[in-house]
């Protein structure tokens, strides 16, 4: 089945560390994808999106993501976290055209001052 | 743009009850999403929407559930009868095309059946 999965599910970090969040997705064909950010009691919020063309994507708020198709892996990074980054992570696909939608199950991201 | 609009932001109801939550989408966007989120579950998709017909209802729980676009700019989650279960909070999101493919998520309604 079409499915995204994140394995960290919950991550600590002092401030100043580099980020790498996990993402796998099993779509074949056409794979758009996305990362999305949670801060405490409110909704989510678009960090970045991949389409198609370059893989390395930037997103807001200093994160980028790379496509690496191979390993079937979209990978959000940030090289120096901030205590403003703790929130929960999601990240999501489809197959193009809104079709087979999936969220991971989200990383709690907690960075520590 | 005042993105996509959420009403109420908070709901608590009775079990039994019926419950009605809303959603105003972003001008222009033609695909509507409606999800829950718990703890247990995390983000689940209830239902969408291209061009207010719906198109993939298969994430609506049970027949309590129903849900409805009657135009562009308007949708409705409707449970009756309400149950504690049913607690969550339910995000509606929109979607465009192009440049402005992706979800924009509302604020969310927090919904507790007691």
């Known amino acids: 089945a079409q499915s995204v999965s994140q394995h960290n599910h919950h991550v600590i970090l002092s401030e100043a560390a580099s980020l790498e969040l996990g993402c796998n997705y099993s779509?074949?064909?056409?794979?758009?994808l996305f990362w999305y950010v949670q801060y405490p009691g409110q909704h989510l919020q678009l960090l970045l999106k991949y389409f198609s063309g370059d893989p390395l994507v930037k997103g807001i708020k200093g994160f980028e993501a790379e496509f690496i198709k191979s390993k079937f892996s979209f990978n959000l990074r940030k090289p120096s976290v901030q205590w403003s980054d703790t929130a929960e992570y999601f990240c999501a696909g489809d197959s193009g055209g809104y079709q087979k939608v999936t969220f991971g199950i989200g990383t709690k991201l907690q960075v520590i001052p | 743009d005042a993105g996509v609009i959420q009403s109420p932001r908070h709901e608590v109801t009775e079990m039994g009850q019926e419950v009605t939550l809303r959603c105003k989408p972003i001008?222009?966007?033609?695909?509507l999403f409606w999800y829950r989120q718990t703890m247990m579950r995390g983000l689940e998709l209830l239902i969408y929407?291209?061009?207010?017909?719906?198109?993939?209802d298969s994430g609506m729980p049970e027949d309590r559930f129903s849900a409805k676009m009657p135009n562009a700019s308007f949708s409705t989650l409707k449970i009756q009868p309400s149950e504690p279960r049913d607690s969550a909070v339910y995000f509606c999101?929109?979607?465009?095309?192009?440049?402005?493919?992706?979800?924009?998520f509302g604020s969310g309604t927090r919904l507790t059946v007691v």
């Open positions: 929407f291209n061009n207010n017909v719906p198109i993939d």
């Open positions: 001008s222009g966007h033609n695909s």
């Open positions: 779509y074949g064909g056409t794979v758009n």
């Open positions: 999101a929109s979607g465009g095309r192009g440049p402005n493919y992706g979800y924009t």
